[in-house]
């Protein structure tokens, strides 16, 4: 089945910084690759995807690129703010079941 | 529109008890899907149901059960609890069948003693 690594575990930046998260994934049939943030005691928040024909999508500060020969893709935001810190997942889609990665604790210092 | 909605917000089981965890959506989604979430191990997919009367096994489906009786609501229950069941649990929506574009519940904390 499908197995998605993320790294880092943690990550600390200056305010103004960029900040860049990676995953890979093992399974060649996932389609789709999704971002989500999740904030101290919340629900995870869809803050941006990409399907398997594109290679890079932007939304402002955050961008997310995608390499599907090597197998992996990445979370990049820029000019990071303190409202950037939070805990950021990526995921996989090989069939209809989404498989997440284990999370990067983004802290954002002043 | 609500959203997702969980309930309870926290719970707290003796081992062997039995309970049902809450979720209801108004967004008409037909996808729905329950998640755990534990330290170090992100989220792990429990069941899912891609549409009223359907549902399926997740990653990580013993000693939980499910039923999708309506588009809305899609309760999941704990048959017996354990102390490995304690985790924060998380209900999630997609517009679509294959669970692209989730949206996440609060989620529910449970301790099971």
């Known amino acids: 089945g499908e197995n998605v690594e993320q790294h880092p575990s943690t990550l600390s930046v200056q305010e103004g910084d960029s900040a860049v998260i990676k995953c890979t994934y093992s399974?060649?049939?996932?389609?789709?690759f999704p971002w989500y943030k999740q904030e101290l005691g919340k629900g995870p928040q869809l803050i941006i995807d990409?399907?398997?024909?594109?290679g890079e999508k932007k939304d402002q500060r955050i961008a997310v690129t995608l390499n599907k020969t090597a197998k992996h893709f990445s979370l990049h935001i820029t000019e990071t703010q303190p409202e950037d810190s939070a805990v950021y997942f990526c995921?996989?889609?090989?069939?209809?079941?989404?498989?997440f990665g284990t999370g990067t604790r983004l802290q954002v210092f002043p | 529109n609500a959203g997702v909605t969980q309930t309870p917000k926290f719970q707290v089981l003796k081992t062997g008890q039995s309970m049902t965890l809450q979720c209801a959506q108004d967004?008409?989604?037909?996808?729905m899907s329950w998640y755990r979430q534990d330290p170090g191990m992100g989220l792990r997919l429990i069941h899912y149901?891609?549409?009223?009367?359907?549902?399926d096994q997740g990653e990580v489906p013993n000693g939980y059960n499910v039923s999708r009786s309506t588009t809305e609501d899609f309760p999941l229950r704990l048959l017996s609890a354990a102390p490995s069941q304690t985790s924060v649990y998380f209900c999630?929506?997609?517009?679509?069948?294959?669970?692209?574009?989730?949206?996440f519940g609060p989620g529910t904390r449970l301790t099971v003693t």
């Open positions: 999630a929506t997609s517009p679509g069948l294959a669970g692209v574009e989730q949206y």
């Open positions: 399974d060649s049939a996932s389609n789709y």
């Open positions: 990409i399907r398997s024909n594109v």
């Open positions: 995921a996989g889609l090989p069939s209809d079941k989404l498989i």
């Open positions: 967004m008409n989604h037909e996808y």
């Open positions: 149901s891609v549409g009223a009367g359907i549902t």
